[in-house]
């Protein structure tokens, strides 16, 4: 028997462009003077995924088919609209969701996808224009600065620092069926027995620290990206999701060597984004495995601010040579890193895992030239044999590659081979992206 229909709305506040699902529940919510549970109650949002804090488990991520209908009979929401107030909206492009029905999605999203599944950021200024609509494109990991104010987007409330609309200290977002609280309000619970009403700080009323124009300019390509533009990088053309991908590798390749990567004191940044850099850099993830890592969201957009200084110039570059200098300080900190991990007894792959896209990858080498060596000269090609130089033939190479090309470039990745036996396989390996298709014309 299947779930009964909600009942048709007779007022029902209309979504605006580009909300999100929870800022029109919330807006709902006041105007029909109910807590926000009591409305998608009402609305038809499924009791049945709810997770134990009452919040739905895909609560503003997806719709499934029941509730997209449900929600379409109470409100006379078109189920595009619907939709278009998910994060699943930029799947495909900045976000990667198409394996929302497997089990331990929830966990494994959070880890890897650059989203925020349980707040969100916001413009003070956005709200008091708009009467308290939060826009969907906030719950992006790298929603930084507001292009319309130029200001940088807040994370916490500044009176009791929790996550804006994460709802308690302990727990996501809660729909309360008990709490009313106005778009514009924090409400978020620190003590519920002690602060009923939540956290009263006006939100529209907080003023952001400003942002410079190169800020805006990344800030409005990622938007581009995340919206399914064709973007390009270095004069070559790339869908959203790709360009996305490099910027997120860059990312990360500049938090992981930010030990050895200061900030340029020339590049106007807002005073919180530098201490935010400052104190990442002395964070307890550096010295222990965890949670986060090089490859984890930045959890706040003044540190995502400070990295953007490396990483804007990199992909907003026009052509090949600006990409080799743009991304330079990045891959010379990265060596040093290395070579700092490495005196320390670290063995561990910087990136392991990180996926470096091949444009990004080549420039880096490129960026760094260790010698003259086969190794050095062959490493910018090596995830792209198509690129690979013409002249270069698997005659050419050498049955054994130098001590020094292996130490420095290959050890680290066979950790259990015999010096001479990986050098001789790192040969065999160069001389099969030089065109060897056995490993008898490879040894020749």
């Known amino acids: 028997m299947g779930q009964p229909r909600p009942r048709r709305l007779a007022l029902v506040v209309a979504p605006q462009p580009g909300e999100s699902f929870a800022s029109w ?10 807590p926000p549970g009591r409305v998608a109650d009402a609305i038809g949002v499924s009791n049945a995924a709810r997770a134990t804090d009452g919040r739905p488990l895909l609560f503003g991520v997806a719709l499934s088919a029941l509730e997209r209908t449900a929600i379409h009979a109470a409100t006379g929401v078109a189920p595009a609209t619907l939709d278009a107030m998910q994060l699943a909206a930029y799947d495909g492009t900045v976000l990667d969701l198409h394996d929302l029905a497997a089990v331990g999605w929830a966990r494994k999203a959070r880890s890897r996808q650059w989203a925020l599944f349980g707040h969100s950021r916001a413009c003070p200024q956005c709200l008091a224009e708009s009467g308290g609509v939060w826009p969907l494109w906030w719950r992006l990991g790298l929603a930084v600065v507001c292009p319309a104010h130029r200001r940088l987007l807040l994370d916490t409330c500044p009176t009791c620092e929790v996550p804006l609309r994460r709802g308690t200290t302990t727990n996501m977002r809660v729909l309360s069926r008990t709490l009313l ?11 519920g027995r002690v602060q009923h009403k939540g956290c009263e700080q006006r939100l ?7 942002a410079d124009r190169w800020l805006i300019d990344v800030q409005a390509a990622y938007l581009r990206a995340a919206g399914g533009a064709a973007m390009t990088l270095a004069g070559q053309r790339l869908s959203g999701a790709a360009w996305f991908a490099c910027l ?22 807002p005073d ?25 969201r930045p959890p706040t957009a003044a540190l995502t601010a400070s990295l953007l200084v490396f990483a804007a110039p990199v992909v907003l570059t026009d052509g090949r040579a600006g990409l080799v200098e743009a991304i330079r300080p990045i891959a010379e900190a990265l060596l040093a890193t290395r070579a700092h991990r490495k005196k320390q007894g670290n063995s561990n792959g910087l990136l392991r895992a990180v996926a470096v896209p091949t444009i ?3 420039a880096r080498l490129l960026a760094t030239p260790r010698r003259n060596g086969v190794v050095a000269h ?5 995830r792209s044999p198509a690129a690979r130089p013409a002249l270069l033939e698997h005659r050419h190479i050498p049955q054994v590659v130098t001590t020094s090309d292996y130490h420095d470039l290959i050890a680290e990745f066979l950790p259990d081979t015999l010096p001479r036996t990986g050098r001789r396989y790192t040969a065999l390996a160069l001389a099969r992206l030089c065109g060897a298709t056995t490993q008898i014309s490879g040894s020749r």
């Open 360 to 362: 990004i990858d080549q």
């Open 272 to 296: 919180t984004a530098r201490r935010a850099f400052l104190a990442d850099i002395t964070a307890d993830w550096r010295r222990s495995s965890g949670v986060q890592s090089p490859a984890s």
């Open 25 to 34: 529940i919330d807006r709902m919510a006041t105007d029909m003077a109910l």
């Open 204 to 210: 529209d009323e907080l003023v952001a620290e400003a």
């Open 248 to 269: 997120r590798a860059v990312v990360c390749m500049a938090r992981a060597a930010a030990t050895h990567l200061p900030l340029p004191p020339s590049v106007p940044l």
């Open 378 to 382: 062959l490493g910018p090609f090596a």
């Open 181 to 191: 609280v106005a778009p514009s309000m924090c409400g978020s619970r620190i003590n």
